[in-house]
């Protein structure tokens, strides 16, 4: 009976080996942030294995303290703070965190930014474009900041994560100009790997699929564009290929309720989840449920039909 027992146990051992070998502390975490107000918005957190921090944007002004609070708790060091472009639910909050940033220490800022003629021509002040630029560079400036300018194929690395610039830019399109103009990034290491599109619409996300980057594009994990609807197409999703969604998107906008209830506002979130649905994603991490913490590849969705 002991021999059975032991030729069990050693014929296990080798499953527990692989097992092991497909652990995943040995990755960099990401956050995705709820929104503080009842505005969309977009803030990412990310720290690598040695705790080295990345923030992408970090939303609006009314997520100033809720940020500086999270970065406090995890070492009041950024490394690397990436802007996708300068909307106010994007870049408020680091306009605001720059002016008081109490014991917050930055490295480097990195954006792809619109000029400022392009701005005095095509930035609509009704969505306060020209102004949210122009309060964040004189923040920054005043902070003794400067804003790398990053540029098409850089990559960027710190500590066992990989930064690929795909998309910057792209002051040709004037349509949805700014947000067209979102940086897009895909963060990666050995074993994840998630694209960060901004805001990026239909016009930006074509340029992608025309251009030299659109074989890097494949991801695990996606950022849903423009806050899960009016951001980039089908198309675009269909090359990214993602598992897992990550949604920053409020409970309004999904429930598409201008105010009168689900369904009576102008947004397509829901036709956007059907593509997903039709992608074969397998778990969504929406911002409406409060703080999301990734690290591992989730073995299967726990909430298949969500
Ligand atoms: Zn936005």
């Given at each position: 009976m002991n021999a059975f027992i032991a030729l069990i146990v050693l014929a296990a051992l080798p499953l527990m080996a692989v097992q092991a070998s497909y652990g995943c502390d040995d990755t960099f975490t990401v956050w995705q942030l709820p929104s503080q107000s009842r505005n969309q918005m977009n803030s990412y957190v990310m720290q690598t294995t040695g705790g080295k921090v990345i923030v992408i944007d970090g939303g609006n002004t009314e997520d100033a303290d809720y940020l500086k609070t999270f970065l406090r708790a995890r070492g009041n060091h950024v490394a690397m703070w990436f802007i996708s472009h300068t909307h106010y639910d994007h870049v408020n909050a680091l306009t605001a965190i720059l002016k008081d940033p109490g014991q917050l220490k930055i490295d480097h800022i990195y954006a792809s930014l619109l000029s400022d003629q392009w701005m005095s021509k095509y930035g609509l002040a009704e969505e306060q474009e020209p102004q949210t630029l122009d309060n964040f560079k004189k923040a920054a400036q005043a902070a003794h900041m400067e804003i790398t300018d990053l540029e098409l194929g850089q990559v960027l690395k710190l500590d066992g994560v990989t930064i690929?610039?795909?998309?910057?830019?792209n002051p040709e399109i004037v349509?949805?100009?700014?947000?067209?103009?979102?940086?897009?990034?895909?963060?990666?290491?050995?074993?994840?790997?998630?694209?960060?599109?901004?805001?990026?619409?239909?016009?930006?996300?074509?340029?992608?699929?025309?251009?030299?980057?659109?074989?890097?594009?494949?991801?695990?994990?996606?950022?849903?564009?423009?806050?899960?609807?009016?951001?980039?197409?089908?198309?675009?999703?269909?090359?990214?290929?993602?598992?897992?969604?990550?949604?920053?998107?409020?409970?309004?906008?999904?429930?598409?309720?201008?105010?009168?209830?689900?369904?009576?506002?102008?947004?397509?979130?829901?036709?956007?989840?059907?593509?997903?649905?039709?992608?074969?994603?397998?778990?969504?991490?929406?911002?409406?449920?409060?703080?999301q913490r990734i690290q591992c590849i989730p073995r299967q969705s726990a909430e298949p039909g969500k």
């Open positions: 690929g610039i795909l998309g910057v830019s349509e949805n100009g700014v947000n067209n103009s979102s940086v897009v990034m895909r963060v990666w290491d050995h074993y994840k790997s998630i694209l960060f599109p901004g805001d990026l619409g239909v016009e930006g996300g074509e340029k992608i699929l025309h251009g030299q980057y659109k074989d890097q594009l494949k991801s695990d994990f996606v950022q849903m564009a423009h806050h899960g609807q009016n951001g980039v197409d089908k198309a675009f999703y269909q090359v990214v290929a993602p598992r897992y969604c990550l949604w920053p998107t409020p409970q309004w906008l999904w429930d598409n309720d201008m105010g009168g209830g689900k369904g009576t506002g102008p947004w397509v979130t829901q036709e956007v989840k059907s593509w997903m649905d039709e992608l074969g994603v397998k778990k969504n991490y929406y911002q409406f449920d409060g703080l």
